[in-house]
């Protein structure tokens, strides 16, 4: 059964570095979509991409945080400067159509420390 | 604004009890609703989805769910739940005015073998 894998599992980094969150959507599917959950919160919407363009953002997804398809397979996720309030769950998903259900993937945790 | 709420935060259960989960949604025009489950360590898997036509919709492992619109709730039953039900599960939707999916709070629900 296809699905959507990200890398890395668990991410560990300093205060202020770049992270970089890697996603490769199912391979058919055109909607891509990064969430994440702070523990104990709700998941939250961050951004979704479609046609190489960003479709909608959320209040969240500021100026530090970019997405990017570079090579038609992978969907990243980076956040420029991390602060220690982005430390969160982070979960890419892929929909094959607006509307569709969304595949999630096992999702990133982000540790900023 | 539109918002998903989810009634209940915390669920405790004895095998065999029945499980209803209470979703409440605030959105104009058409919606496309859907339950998601989060198994301990695992990644959101969907439970089911309601898109059209009949509102009580099946999905798997014996969960249920009832659309009805003049109450904008999407509540999630099953008749006898098993201790491999323990997980979080998630209430989602997405409105025909945004491609997004929101999702509610979450409830836990903890089955006692």
């Known amino acids: 059964e296809p699905e959507v894998t990200q890398t890395p599992s668990h991410q560990v980094t300093q205060m202020g570095q770049e992270v970089i969150l890697r996603c490769v959507p199912i391979?058919?599917?055109?909607?891509f979509y990064w969430y994440r959950q702070i523990l104990g919160q709700k998941v939250e919407f961050l951004v979704s991409?479609?046609?190489?363009?960003?479709?909608?953002k959320s209040e969240i997804f500021d100026d530090q945080f970019s997405v990017e398809r570079p090579d038609g397979s992978n969907f990243t996720l980076k956040i420029r400067s991390t602060k220690l309030e982005d430390s969160a769950m982070y979960f890419c998903?892929?929909?094959?159509?607006?509307?569709?259900?969304?595949?999630f993937g096992q999702g990133t945790r982000l540790t900023v420390v | 604004a539109q918002s998903v709420s989810q009634h209940n935060h915390h669920v405790i259960l004895s095998e065999a009890a029945s499980l209803e989960l209470g979703c409440n949604y605030s959105?104009?025009?058409?919606?496309?609703l859907f339950w998601y489950v989060q198994y301990p360590g695992q990644h959101l898997q969907l439970l089911l989805k309601?898109?059209?036509?009949?509102?009580l919709v099946k999905g798997i492992k014996g969960f249920e769910a009832e659309f009805i619109k003049s109450k904008f709730s999407f509540n999630l039953r099953k008749p006898s739940v098993q201790w491999s039900d323990t997980a979080e599960y998630f209430c989602?939707?997405?409105?025909?005015?945004?491609?997004?999916?929101?999702f509610g709070q979450g409830t836990t629900l903890q089955v006692k073998p």
């Open positions: 309601y898109f059209s036509g009949d509102p």
């Open positions: 989602a939707v997405i409105s025909s005015n945004t491609g997004k999916l929101i």
């Open positions: 991409f479609y046609n190489n363009e960003i479709s909608e």
């Open positions: 959105y104009g025009g058409t919606v496309n």
């Open positions: 998903a892929s929909s094959a159509r607006e509307g569709a259900e969304a595949f």
């Open positions: 391979s058919n599917h055109l909607y």
